[in-house]
């Protein structure tokens, strides 16, 4: 059985590590990238690659490893549960510059755990230990577990904390609620604990990190290595610079409502530019303007008018009208989404 690999050094010594959580159709080159441009995480996942008898390297998939440009490590993340087809994909992707292979037993998506894969894994222990052994085997580097607290409870989670221990499990992303949760009700840290208090590899806790002061909040109650963001990236593209800053006691960058402004027409420009018509561009753009509008107006007008939208100059007029008109673009953008202006997360990864 091979020693485990320490995680590659953080981007600065001394602060909490952060890692970037994987979300299909959201954790592309482009996202990654504008990260790069905002303030990086330590580690980035990628989307997950589907594993199946005709899986082959996602182009996608490759150009978020290869292309990206932050000089941050990347991990590739595998959804499956064919043994000799996960052997397969993790022997090809270990050609490529990757930090190593993580294991998507988290997905809470129907579609996804109906097929014994993602969330739907943690059913099954005996599953799981088959995989392990496999992966543990053919990973000649680091071998990571991303995962929830259990499937409709947690009656399986000891002995799946038990299995990351004798595999040598590299490091392992918990997020504290189980699949049938999805992303409602409050997120078990206690749960964290547990695992980071009973495995013995770095453990990134996950789930409702929604700013700087929530991630220092999580790392005391927890104990964690570090703390993993998913949809509070999306609405904060910043979050990483900000915990890193406050982790060093160093006064954190704050956007204002014109930073956010901007971001959006980033955005616009980098992502889905091949998509048409424009309405359906625009309908791209609101998966990501649904988080980035929890921080805008806390009566959560500006998303209600924002999912509205059909033209081009409809939705950039209603993101002047709340981010710039007026001198709004000097207001500061809220660290913590409002209280009641709720988005509709559909992405596995926070």
């Known amino acids: 059985m091979p020693v485990p690999i320490p995680l590659p050094d953080p981007l600065q010594p001394g602060s909490l590590p952060t890692a970037l959580a994987p979300m299909q159709d959201v954790t592309d080159l482009a996202f990654m990238q504008l990260l790069g441009r905002n303030g990086v995480p330590d580690y980035f996942f990628t989307e997950f690659l589907r594993v199946h008898d ?5 182009k996608n998939i490759l150009d978020s490893i290869l292309y990206h440009g932050t000089d941050r490590p990347v991990f590739a993340q595998l959804i499956g549960e064919n043994l000799f087809n996960l052997k397969r994909i993790a022997i090809l992707l270990q050609e490529y510059p990757i930090a190593g292979i993580d294991l998507n037993m988290g997905c809470p998506a129907p579609k996804v755990y109906r097929k014994n894969v993602g969330g739907g894994l943690l059913r099954e222990p005996d599953k799981i230990e088959q995989i392990f052994a496999v992966l543990r ?3 000649h580097g680091r071998f990571t577990v991303k995962m929830r607290i259990g499937f409709e409870d947690d009656r399986h989670f000891l002995q799946i904390l038990d299995l990351i221990n004798k595999y040598k499990i590299d490091c392992l992303s918990l997020h504290g609620r189980t699949v049938k949760q999805m992303y409602r009700g409050e997120v078990d840290y206690d749960s964290i604990r547990i695992a980071g208090e009973k495995v013995n590899c770095p453990v990134f806790a996950n789930g409702n990190v929604t700013s700087a002061e929530k991630a ?4 005391s109650d927890t104990g964690c290595y570090g703390v993993m963001v998913g949809r509070s990236a999306i609405r904060n593209p910043w979050i990483f610079r900000q915990i890193r800053e406050a982790s060093l006691g160093i006064p954190y960058f704050r956007p204002t409502l014109g930073d956010v402004r901007n971001y959006i027409e980033h955005l616009w420009n980098t992502l889905g530019q091949q998509i048409v018509p424009e309405s359906h561009r625009i309908s791209r753009m609101k998966k990501f303007v649904n988080f ?4 805008i107006d806390p009566d959560g007008i500006f998303l209600k008018r924002m999912r509205r ?11 002047d009208e709340f981010m710039v008109n007026d001198g709004k673009e000097n207001s500061l953008f809220s660290t913590e989404p409002f209280a009641g202006v709720v988005a509709r997360p559909n992405q596995e990864g926070d």
Do not use: N, P, R, T
């Not at 220092?216 to 790392?219: D, E, F, G, I, R």
């Open 54 to 58: 005709h899986s082959i390297l996602e």
């Open 137 to 139: 085997e053919c990973c």
């Open 216 to 219: 220092l909040q999580v790392k």
């Open 292 to 295: 980035i509008g929890q921080g």
């Open 309 to 319: 939208a059909i033209e081009v100059d409809d939705f950039f007029g209603i993101c």
